[in-house]
DNA sequence: AGGCGCTTGTGAACGCGTGCACAAATCGGG
DNA sequence: CCCGATTTGTGCACGCGTTCACAAGCGCCT
């Protein structure tokens, strides 16, 4: 994400905690795998095979060899991969063995959709902290939490653990109160603000922009429209993408794609 | 996103719209360049180097520059880029010259927080329809617009001239539900759920996973955290991270970064 | 009119990420 | 004990994306 391209070049420390540098891409990739991984378990699979969990996970089989190699993951050849064990080492790899806890500042609409959201929990995540700056949602609780103002970010992050922040503030708002989360000791941000974030160096964020995908999706829209007015011929020919036939999974063998939508 | 690598191969068709094949890493550029520009046409500015573009992006300036060339964009030597022009020529390769009409499926807690989300009308696209299965969101009407059962996707799409969905519904219930919007005529899915969607070809999935984003920074903090630990002395070379300096603009010349914040 | 400074546009090198294809390894059966 | 089926791990090549550095072009000032 960040500039930061300078690494600690460290590799594998002696023997404790295995320290390695992943490449950004792999990184990505690996709570897919989790996910899929979560999902396999469910369904009672005990092992996998790279195919199986690449087409879960919606991924080319190769690349997931790759990714989990560079993990110095443990297959076994001829068999695949032990779900449990493998679950295990990602969620290690991660972090993910405690659950973090993240602050969350700006309850307005997308602030409070994400206080209530239930999916973080199962997925590592604990929201310890709710901060706004409008006086009106001082008192409110959201979920057994109660909503702070952002002057308390400083104490409160400290006496959380907090480390990991979402910014749902409107745009305007967002750098003074990175600004504060800095200061207060919070070293990653998942920012939902409209706008570009400056923090020092050793600082993460990330950033996700809902217009921005649907613009995304409306160049395409836009290409696919143009495409079919030019050549009109190729309306018929295979991809006719309007009223397809049955949408059947057209996507890949191994693992029933009715399956894995049964993950929380 | 998809696996879809084969493209027309068209460069620029003769006369009337021009058509050309950004690489995907631009197009998805294009949406933060769109909002500096609005930012910057908001505080007066005209003209903008690519320098001081980039810097209200967020990103390198030689990147910017390819990646306005590539889409053969006016930009004077010497000067710099018309804002106005500049804008119009994004906006229209984005296929935002048009209001697009966006359906939104699961008013859920995310799904409400989305439906009354009011920065979308502003950047290119109205949320036209809504959509649950379950009773007891059905009458329900938020933002003036009415929620309306699934079944009736098929209908509404149609009439409404929808061709992109945001989709908010659990994650066993993602599944189906593309179905039907691709079945409606939908292109364009935007999935919210933890799942991978199997669309058939022609249709356009983007994935926005929040835990994922989590997960991503979770694993870079446990990396910071371990090198901290690893190398204790490293906790005063410079990069301390934790209560750094007053969290001045460390980042880049160009733009000062307190005005950046002043978009809507 | 001419020169100078500034900025764009792009050719070229580099590095990362992806995908193929195959050798190495493991299990089960005969 | 050996053999074949299966699947992992990876060396290698290719292509995309990024970055640098510079030539080409434009405006302004003298």
């Known amino acids: 994400m960040s500039e930061d391209k ?24 690996l709570p897919e795998y989790l996910r899929a991984l979560h999902a396999l378990a469910e369904i009672g699979r005990d092992t996998v095979s790279s195919e199986d969990l690449a087409a879960a996970a919606g991924i080319n089989a190769a690349k997931l060899r790759k990714d989990l190699s560079q993990l110095g993951s443990y297959g076994t ?3 695949g991969y032990d779900v449990e064990l493998l679950t295990s080492q ?6 993910l063995t405690e659950n973090r806890a993240v602050a969350l500042v700006g309850i307005g609409n997308l602030g409070h959709a994400l206080a209530g959201y239930a999916g973080f929990s199962p997925r590592g995540f604990r929201i310890a902290a709710l901060f706004d700056i409008d006086e009106g949602r001082l008192g409110e609780t959201i979920g057994g939490l109660l909503v702070r103002h952002v002057s308390e970010i400083a104490d409160v992050v400290v006496t959380e653990g907090i480390s990991i922040a979402m910014l749902t ?29 400056s923090v020092p160096e ?63």
């Open 202 to 264: 050793g600082v993460d964020v990330r950033k996700v922009d809902l217009a921005i995908e649907l613009q995304i999706l409306s160049f395409h829209e836009h290409r696919k429209a143009t495409a079919r007015t030019a050549t009109p011929e190729s309306a018929s020919p295979k991809t006719a993408s309007v009223n397809p036939p049955p949408p059947s999974p057209a996507t890949a063998p191994g693992i029933a794609f009715s399956d894995q939508a049964e993950n929380a």
């Open 6 to 29: 300078r690494q600690t070049s460290r590799r594998k420390t002696s023997a404790g905690s295995a320290e390695l540098d992943l490449p950004e891409a792999t990184v990505a990739r």
């Open 77 to 79: 050849r001829g068999v």
């Open 169 to 197: 503030t409107p745009p305007h708002a967002a750098q003074p109160v990175a600004d504060m989360l800095v200061e207060a000791g919070v070293t990653s941000i998942l920012n939902f603000a409209p706008c570009v974030l």
């Open 90 to 95: 990602i969620s290690t790899v991660l972090g």
